[in-house]
């Protein structure tokens, strides 16, 4: 698909875990502004496709572009790409010791250089778009689990990044939180934040979705409008998948 105003561009990328080939020629362009969802089942190379975009997986060859930049091996130029483009994991990887307003200040101030009183105020902000500003000088243990995933995207979004990725972030959930997470995510992909979700909910794929990448045995085998992947699959790997999860 012809992307109008690329953000993250990956082109002929290729991992090896020992011999598995999880990433085999990747090819993906998502632009700005975009949601892009990637499905399939487990093992596909989903979760390692979207760590690579931030390289907190290294890649053997192939090209990450952000924003027209070639992604930085390491160092501070890797830390400022990291605050670009933001990640939700499936656990929370909150400061455990540190209050809900502190998790969301410290790389503020840390990486982006903020006076606390800005950084805790932009905080406080962000804690209310998320629906939790009651819960500031809380700790993360005393919050549910889908109150700590807000924290986390809360946390993300202060770094003022040009894409979010998030890596199952739903998936370490009980059934009745997984909504309030999705719920701000959906209104994250209202307002127009290039996100790109690794994820087994097919409700938000369907509906915030701008495409479907769907994965299997490391390659991308179908990148499409969720309208089309859903009703008429093109690939066998795709038409079996969807058959097992949608049961209904």
């Known amino acids: 698909m012809a992307v109008v105003d690329p953000l993250i561009e990956l082109r002929d990328v290729n991992k090896h875990f020992g011999t598995l080939h999880v990433l085999q020629d990747i090819n993906l362009t998502v632009g700005r502004g975009e949601v892009v969802v990637v499905i399939g089942p487990s093992g596909s190379g989903k979760s390692t496709l979207c760590r690579a975009m ?18 930085p091996a390491e160092g501070k130029a ?20 540190r209050t809900v307003l502190a998790n969301v200040s410290l790389a503020q101030i840390k990486v982006r250089g903020r006076k606390k009183e800005e950084a805790d105020r932009r905080s406080r902000e962000l804690l209310d778009r998320v629906g939790l500003a009651d819960h500031a000088d809380k700790y993360p243990a005393q919050l549910s689990g889908g109150q700590q995933q807000r924290v986390a995207i809360a946390r993300a979004l202060a770094m003022d990044p040009k894409a979010l990725l998030f890596d199952e972030p739903t998936s370490a959930l009980d059934p009745e939180m997984i909504n309030e997470v999705l719920e701000v995510m959906q209104q994250l992909a209202h307002e127009g934040m290039t996100m790109v979700v690794v994820t087994h909910e097919m ?46």
């Open 54 to 71: 931030n390289r907190l997986e290294n890649v053997e060859s192939g090209e990450i572009r952000i924003d027209g930049q070639p992604l």
């Open 78 to 97: 890797l830390a400022r790409l990291r605050a670009e483009v933001g990640m939700v994991f499936q656990s929370f990887n909150l400061f455990a010791h």
């Open 203 to 248: 409700g938000f794929a369907r509906s915030a979705a701008n495409r479907v990448v769907f994965m299997a045995d490391g390659r991308i085998v179908e990148d499409r409008p969720p309208e089309d992947f859903f009703t008429a699959p093109r690939s066998d790997r795709a038409k079996d998948f969807l058959s097992k999860i949608l049961k209904h």
